[in-house]
């Protein structure tokens, strides 16, 4: 071994090597609880909701709940071995609207609007990148790993 590889290799076990192998390597070193990655998940939808619609704290108070509980509804709706895909998908449907309406009652017409807009335009996103994958045409960078 020459003498400059036994010096990187030196210089990386002092410097690099500890580093990987330390619990402390960052946020996702750790590995969360179901109960912690749901937290982050309403927490999230929160944030980004928030953001989206400039909601007062008053209304993130309110809208919480509402994410927890939806959250918690399709979670217990996917692990129910019991039901066909069909009656899945109606239940699935029942939630996101009691959802919908219930968002309502908490935000103001103008924020209601920009909701709509943005699920409008989420859904199209989604159906445009469905189609451009049965044709293959989907970029790289938009492809799932």
């Known amino acids: 071994m020459g003498v400059k590889v036994a010096s990187a290799l030196l210089l990386f076990s002092v ?19 179901p109960n912690d990655m749901r937290e ?32 918690s ?7 129910d071995q019991n039901l066909d895909p069909q009656e899945k998908d109606s239940r699935l449907a029942a939630i996101q609207e009691t959802y919908r309406s219930q ?20 859904r199209l996103a989604a159906q445009q990148t469905q189609t451009q994958k049965r044709k293959g045409k989907v970029p790289v960078d938009d492809q799932e790993q």
Not at 15 to 33: H, N, R
Not at 73 to 79: D, G, P, V
Not at 103 to 122: F, N, W, Y
């Open 15 to 33: 410097v690099a090597a500890p580093a990987l192998g330390s619990s402390e390597a960052g946020p996702k070193a750790k590995s969360l609880s």
């Open 103 to 122: 968002m309502h009652g908490v935000l103001t017409p103008d924020q209601i609007q920009k909701l709509v807009a943005l699920r409008e335009s989420k």
């Open 73 to 79: 509804e399709i979670r217990a709706l996917r692990l």
């Open 40 to 71: 982050r998940r309403v927490g999230m939808q929160l944030r980004q909701l928030a953001a989206d619609l400039n909601l007062s704290e008053e209304q993130k108070l309110q809208i919480k709940p509402l994410i927890e509980a939806r959250m």
